[in-house]
């Protein structure tokens, strides 16, 4: 057989599913993960193509990647590493629950603190920050700038050091700036700096900064698109754009009680398109029996609903292909 025939069918063929992942630190040897990688549908980065161990994953950022005000903030904290020791467990804590139900073993580490930028972690936490990761997720200020709302100057300025900074210790580091969602906040209230514009209006300005703070280092592979996810959720009629005016019926809340903050259903939204976007499969395939899901109180129908809205907001980009469905390994106990 031609060996280009070989490989295109080796590309068709279907993952093999792997066996259940224990969490990060259960003291599992060199043998045994090499196993798990060689089962997993999952890539693997540069450092570890020939060897074995795990991909290190940072997530970096605030309260919105750490979920505040939902229960998903203290989730499994003990599957992952929070380098605060605050016991967070969060969106970092939700994507390795989806990389396990995958097949996909992740050692996941964070670094986040309420309220604050990039260039908070660059000034105080940069010996956490700046290690020899494999892949990091970033995120900043959620109106890019606290002072300027809008203005994507500063975290211009902090993802240029932030890719020197990474690149230093690992150069095939694999960065990817996590762009948010709209704040009903600043949109439907008098004060808000997007007031009186479309709840979409603020994720796409948001986003455009992301856009321009990615083009300062070719560490950055690309803009992980959670608020234009969140866009689509509202516009296919899967959330409630406006959580001011009362919950519509059959529709979710994407925002917590502040409406500011993600709810338990926007962070799995905002969990859900990191795991599509850094491991290239269809969210999709978790189905309504996922774990996290389960765990966190959602329900099959709301979880099947948040994994499409993911997959198609990932599967509309032209720059990559899309997400690729695997079968999943794990299912919730019932």
């Known amino acids: 057989m031609p060996a280009a025939l070989a490989a295109a069918l080796l590309l068709l063929a279907p993952p093999v599913p792997a066996r259940h992942l224990a969490p990060a630190r259960d003291g599992r040897g060199a043998a045994a993960r090499q196993a798990a990688s060689v089962e997993s549908p999952c890539p693997r ?30 989730y499994r904290p003990e599957t992952v590493t929070d380098l605060n020791r605050k016991g967070t467990g969060g969106v970092p804590a939700l994507f390795r629950s989806f990389a396990g139900q995958a097949g996909c073993e992740y050692a996941v580490s964070l670094e986040t603190a309420p309220g604050v930028s990039l260039e908070f972690h660059l000034a105080k936490r940069r010996d956490l920050v700046g290690r020899a990761w494999d892949y990091v997720v970033a995120q900043g200020y959620s109106t890019l700038d606290r002072e300027r709302p809008g203005d994507p100057a500063a975290l211009v300025r902090a993802a240029r ?3 020197e900074a990474l690149q230093a210790k690992n150069p095939d580091v694999d960065v990817r700036l996590m762009a948010t969602w709209s704040r009903a906040d600043q949109t439907y209230v008098a004060s808000g700096a997007w007031h009186r514009q479309p709840i979409e209006r603020m994720a796409l300005d948001v986003r455009a900064g ?15 698109p959670v608020g234009e996810a969140w866009n689509r959720a509202m516009r296919d009629g899967v959330a409630d754009p406006d959580p001011y005016d009362g919950l519509a019926s059959g529709k979710l809340d994407l925002w917590t009680y502040d409406h500011y903050h993600a709810s338990t259903a926007g962070s799995y939204l905002e969990a859900l398109v990191v795991f599509g976007d850094l491991t290239g499969l269809d969210p999709r395939s978790l189905g309504g029996e996922e774990k996290a899901a389960f765990d966190l109180g959602l329900s099959p129908d709301q979880a099947v609903a948040l994994q499409r809205v993911a997959y198609e907001e990932l599967a509309a980009r032209t720059d990559r292909p899309a997400p690729r469905p695997f079968e999943p390994v794990a299912q919730p106990p019932r």
Not at 54 to 68: E, I, R
Not at 210 to 224: E, F, H, N, Q
């Open 210 to 224: 992301y856009d321009l703070a990615a083009a300062t280092s070719p560490v950055y592979r690309g803009v992980i």
């Open 161 to 163: 050091e932030l890719a």
């Open 45 to 74: 980065p540069p450092r570890l193509a020939a060897q074995a161990g795990a991909p290190t994953v940072l997530f970096v950022g605030n309260s919105f990647t750490f979920a505040y005000g939902t229960p998903a903030r203290f």
